[in-house]
Nanobody
């Protein structure tokens, strides 16, 4: 099964930026739609951004206008550019498949994003 490895998180002040990367051990073309999810302490995991195999994107209202998702199919990598970060963006961020028909891939370890006020 495809393995997912997220990186790029860290500690940043409010208003700062981070760029997350998710590298898959296999072809993300075969996975089709991909997304970034996040889980804050005590909260459920939520989908914040998704990108189709053709490059169409969709965002949660809470990050719209601040986050940008992209993918490089040749590198089997999905990115999340996060600008104007807010303390409420603090969470562990994960990438995975976005599908109502197929199960999630095995979750990676995620990458911690902490935004200080």
């Amino acid at each position: 099964q495809v393995q997912l490895v997220e990186s790029g998180g860290g500690l940043v002040q409010a208003g700062g930026s981070l760029r997350l990367s998710c590298v898959a051990s296999g072809s993300i073309v075969s996975i089709n739609d991909m997304g970034w999810y996040r889980q804050a302490p005590g909260k459920q995991r939520e989908l914040v951004a998704s990108v189709t195999i053709g490059g169409s994107t969709n965002y949660a209202d809470s990050v719209k206008g601040r986050f940008t998702i992209s993918r490089d199919n040749a590198k089997n990598t999905v990115y999340l550019q996060m600008n104007s970060l807010k303390p409420e963006d603090t969470a562990v961020y994960y990438c995975n498949r976005v599908s109502i028909y197929k199960p999630y891939l095995r979750w990676g370890q995620g990458t911690q994003v902490t935004v200080s006020s």
